[in-house]
């Protein structure tokens, strides 16, 4: 319900035709029966007031893998195909590996990444494969905003150095029991 709560607030923003906010947002199959229970990958252009129901999505798109550069990659453009601008605010909300140790790995193998999807075998993007997606992208994204735990890493900042970005926001701690930026 995480992602739902950011949605709400998100929703407390006044758009207009000069700035949209737009989301997709994939929820697990066995979701709670708020907002009608829906599952799978949806795309939303945010209006004030709007809930996070299946009626209210511009686009159904099945299951994807969240965990997936090219999937950051195919928003990006749907994005900037559909709602051009000047300039562009990222913003990828989910977990977040930094340089954390995997548990479960004989070899303690490092997992450095965020977005993770699990429905997808908890895949996630690898910090390089977020450079590389957001570099893939059409157009460059003026400000990367990564809500996720421990993403404030100068390793984090240097695989995103040639993304075209001039920001980065982030989290160096641990994001627990909080529903996201502020």
């Avoid at 209210?56 to 099945?62: E, I, K, R, S």
Wanted: aromatic share 10%; net charge negative.
């Amino acid at each position: 319900s995480n992602m739902l709560d950011l949605f709400l607030e998100l929703s407390q923003v006044k758009t207009s035709d000069a700035m949209y906010i737009l989301v997709q947002l994939d929820r697990r199959p066995d979701p709670p029966s708020t907002y009608g229970g829906w599952y799978d990958a949806k795309r939303f252009s945010v209006k004030q007031g709007m809930l996070p129901t299946a009626a209210q999505a511009l686009q159904d798109l099945g299951e994807i893998n969240m965990g997936s550069g090219d999937t950051l990659t195919n928003f990006i453009n749907w994005g900037v195909e559909n709602y051009p601008a000047e300039r562009y605010f990222l913003i990828i909300n989910d977990h977040g590996y930094a340089w954390n140790a995997r548990s479960g790995s004989s070899q303690r193998a490092i997992a450095r990444g965020v977005s993770v999807d699990h429905t997808n075998g908890n895949q996630y993007i690898h910090n390089g494969d977020l450079a590389a997606a957001i570099q893939a992208a059409s157009a460059k994204m003026t400000i990367i905003g990564l809500d996720a735990c421990e993403e404030a890493y100068i390793e984090v900042a240097y695989q995103l150095r040639h993304s075209g970005a001039e920001i980065m926001i982030a989290s160096q701690e641990m994001e627990t029991n909080v529903p996201g930026w502020p």
